[in-house]
């Protein structure tokens, strides 16, 4: 997770060479090994197929509205784009009589998502939509509803939605986070319609089943090392929503070392306890997130479809708790202070109070514990001790009711809990063509060519990561085997801020390198390679003319000077 990017063969022994993920020393720049290229299938549920080929046998015969000499409309291009796609004819029209209608039956969990969609429309359109209960809905309204899709329950899941527009408009999901996603669809088509700014008021006609490919769809931010304010934050959780992401996995411990490797620059944790037992970890720099800036941060994260999963990383990465209790330091490391000794059981009794104190922040099921490259400062800590450490560690957050992630090391896979839900990483050598549902986990792909470092290496992406590398390159990445059951139920693209005590923002250089992958994330996270009614795939350059107009999304403002 550093990057420390030690040579790639060879080194110091108990030390396995390879390219940290997170570049925590800076090296000299290597030329980077060649990728197993690797064709991966977008990984559809097979429960899904009978009833897509249905849907699909239906498809073929014009419906009453189509018959005739008006063509079936073309799947709208948004993005990212439907799973399915029933052209009707014409367009629907939004006017200043238009209602959002929300089914009484469902009412407490549809308002709140109506009154903002409302918002959003006034927004695209100009038009005030007036949220009302109701479901009979007159040929000008939107009927919002939790029952009765029209597709199996099974099929859209807890995220997926229908999307019909008739003489009517109907949004239909078995959740509000289906609801909310309909919504953000709706809305792209409205952007979409070719009218001016302002002024979007028309849809095409037609019926939409869409569902994820991936249910964690995630962006990662190194706020260990870099500190991102609370503004900032909820801004891009914005951005997600409007992509259809729908988790932002905060790193929230770690280190920056010198370029000289003799010293540490920082050591940071950013959450800040009232708890005099944690005033050790409050930060030199003074930047933190209290109880109430996390509580504002789950609230907007939830309304736009976000999970927030916090990752504390231990025992490697632990600098910040090394200066809180340094009689649990690991002393082999140079330099020293940067990694907590697993086999002292004073260490994990600690590392649980810590978790025992903010879990009540976290509203996420999922936890991350980090659990990487405890030997990367040269120390020589057994596997055998590792895995002892973080499988207790991860019974404890079990015994809370939390899923544990974890960053994966084909060292650790034999002794690790199975239960753990892996990050591949790892982006050379053997390890990088590992598919790791064959050793027994379900994984998540956050594979190092995806990463972000600013000022950082050329392999790295120190200028960017473009759409269009991510969109070209995300499936040839994959292991070879990447079948419906084998492959990963989760993607991420990460920022890892290694050089993080340099003079650069979030708002500008951060986004500004990441911005343009946003969109292309949550193509292939959701949908995959977007294919035409024809079946043929979409190239990139395609779906970014979409991209254009549809920005960072109607509640995202912090970035409208600076467009995608």
Known sequence: ????????????????????????????EKPRPAHPVRSGPVCVAASVLSWLAALGAAAAAPTMAEAGPSKANAAPLVVPTLQTWQGGAGSWRLNHRSRLLIDPAG???????????????????GLKVIVQRGTRAEPRDIVVRLAHCGAPASVIGQEGYTLDIGAHVTVCANTRDGVFYAGRTLLQMLVLDGHQDGKHDALPRGRAVDYPRYR????????????ADV???????????????????????????????????????????????????????????????WDALEQV??????????????????????????????????????????????????????????????????????GDEVNVNGGKVSIAAQINYLNKLGRFLQQHGKQVEIWGSADMATGLDKSFVIQRWINWGDEAKINWSDRGFTWIESFGDWYVVPFGPVYDNPNGLRGDALYEGWSKRLPADCSTQQGPVGGQIA???????????????????????????????WRGEAKDDAGKRVAYPVLRKSVEQLQYGPDASLFKGVSL
């Open 1 to 28: 997770m550093t990057s420390l990017k030690k040579q790639r063969a060879g080194g110091n022994e108990g030390v396995k060479q390879r390219t940290s993920r997170r570049r925590l020393n800076p090296v000299e």
């Open 301 to 370: 994260a939830a309304a736009n479809g976000v999970t927030i999963v916090p990752e504390i990383d231990t025992p490697g990465h632990a600098g910040a708790f090394v200066l809180a209790r340094p009689d649990l330091a690991y002393a082999g490391d140079s330099p020293a202070g940067g990694t907590l000794d697993p086999a002292n059981p004073r260490t994990l009794d600690y590392v649980e109070s810590v978790f025992t104190e903010f879990l009540p922040w976290f509203r996420s099921k999922d936890i991350h514990i980090g």
């Open 107 to 125: 009412a407490t969990v549809l308002e709140p998502i109506a009154v903002r969609l409302s918002d959003d429309i006034h927004a695209v359109s």
């Open 231 to 293: 503004t900032f934050l909820k801004d891009y959780i914005r951005f997600m929503g409007w992509y259809k992401l729908n988790t932002l996995h905060l790193h929230l411990n770690d280190q920056v070392l010198s370029d000289d490797k003799k010293s540490w620059l920082s050591r940071s944790f950013r959450l800040k306890s009232d708890n005099p037992a944690f005033a050790g970890l409050v930060p030199a720099d003074g930047h933190y997130y209290t109880r109430r800036d």
């Open 216 to 227: 964690e769809r995630a962006v990662m931010f190194d706020v260990g090392r870099k500190f």
């Open 495 to 525: 920022v890892w801020n290694d050089k993080g005590t340099l003079d650069y923002s979030y708002e500008t250089t951060v986004n500004g390198l990441l911005k343009d992958a946003i969109p292309a994330a949550g193509q292939l996270f």
